[in-house]
């Protein structure tokens, strides 16, 4: 798949819900996002269909994500019908990790190679503030834990910055890539309706980030593990993990842009931001075919993300990133 600007295309994000059972103050408002009806999400037959349709067009790889990806019900019985497909080499999870730990090990058989953890702040009380719900931290830590012993690998931990929230907790970050083999990737804020306010008081450049953690020790540039992203990464002395830099807003790079996205509800979305998307899923619902309407969306994928500090433009009235699968 090769889009209008000569990129090719192998990886699909899918978002299986949009609901969480976070409310992480950078992504979601408070009272949630106007859910999906049950009967508008797809089934997962049918998003296998999608994924099938696409691996014949050169997909390769598959993320599954949400809103919140493992408050849908047996998502191992979704993975292990990616895997049999033709064609899918890497299967991706990205998760809060608050419900994993039960489910870790029939993922992995099912077929779930590596794993993204959110997590963002490595102090309790914080982590329940910026997620508003109690008792995030130990929960997260005990899929981690999980998550580690059932050996998926790379893990990744991803923390989105944000000054006077958990900007001075790098250092601790960076520790928890010298023991175990972890990368953690801090990652800019980006604007959308209902965070314009944080995001803009909030921004912490991972070049401001990288700096001062050089103050403490010595970051040596590394290959980052595998994937599919667009993460710069640095190593401590003599640590397992890595620490990495996701900078959407300081440095875009859309020039290598690798990937669409299958909302929950069946758009396929060339681009995180922005309005373009088409509906796939009347098409798959009344068997019409799919391949032209993902020939048009590759064709019409935008040469870059216009996101602007401080305002919604450019995000294409996305109220949170729960609803895209970020
Ligand atoms: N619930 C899962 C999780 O938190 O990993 C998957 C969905 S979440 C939308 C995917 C990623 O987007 C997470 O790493 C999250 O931290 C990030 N994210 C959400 N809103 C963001 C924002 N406004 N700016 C930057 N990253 C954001
Ligand atoms: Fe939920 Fe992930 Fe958004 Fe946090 S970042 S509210 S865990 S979807």
Not at 180 to 187: D, G, N, T, Y
Not at 198 to 203: I, K, P, Q, V
Not at 237 to 259: D, E, F, K, Q, W
Request: glycine share 10%.
């Amino acid at each position: 798949m090769i889009d209008g600007f000569g990129r090719r295309v192998e990886y699909l994000r899918v978002s299986v819900t949009d609901k969480c059972n976070l409310r992480c103050v950078y992504c979601m408002p408070e009272e949630g996002t106007a859910w999906l009806r049950r009967d508008e999400i797809l089934s997962y037959e049918e998003i296998a269909t999608v994924v099938r349709v696409m691996a014949r067009m050169g997909l390769r790889r598959v993320r599954l994500t949400g809103g919140e990806p493992l408050v849908r019900k047996d998502l191992d019985r979704l993975a292990a019908m990616i895997a049999a497909v033709g064609g899918i080499d890497d299967i991706s999870l990205s998760t809060n990790a608050v419900l994993l730990a039960p489910i870790a090990e029939r993922l992995r058989r099912a077929g779930v190679d590596r794993m993204n953890i959110s997590l963002d702040s490595l102090r309790p009380e914080r982590a329940d503030v910026i997620a508003r719900r109690p008792g995030t931290l130990r929960r997260v830590m005990e899929g981690l834990d999980a998550a580690l012993a059932v050996g998926f690998a790379p893990i990744k931990v991803n923390v989105v910055l944000m000054r006077g929230w958990n900007d001075d907790e790098l250092a601790d970050f960076a520790e928890l890539s010298r023991d175990r083999p972890l990368h953690v990737r801090f990652i800019e804020v980006m604007p959308t309706e209902s965070n314009v306010r944080l995001s803009a008081d909030g921004f912490v450049s991972c070049d401001e980030a990288l700096a001062r953690l050089s103050d403490l020790d010595e970051l040596k540039p590394v290959v980052g593990p595998p994937g599919n992203g667009p993460a710069t990464y640095y190593r401590l002395p003599g640590a397992l993990g890595t620490v990495g830099a996701i900078t959407p807003m300081s440095h875009n790079y859309c020039g290598s842009c690798n990937r669409m996205r299958l909302t929950a509800d069946g758009q396929l979305r060339p681009c995180l931001f922005g309005a373009i998307q088409t509906p796939l899923r009347d098409a798959l619902r009344s068997g019409r075919p799919l391949v032209p309407l993902i020939e048009e969306t590759l064709r019409i994928k935008p040469e870059r993300h216009h996101l602007v500090h401080g305002s919604t433009v450019g995000s294409g009235g996305l109220v949170a990133l729960s609803q895209t699968g970020g």
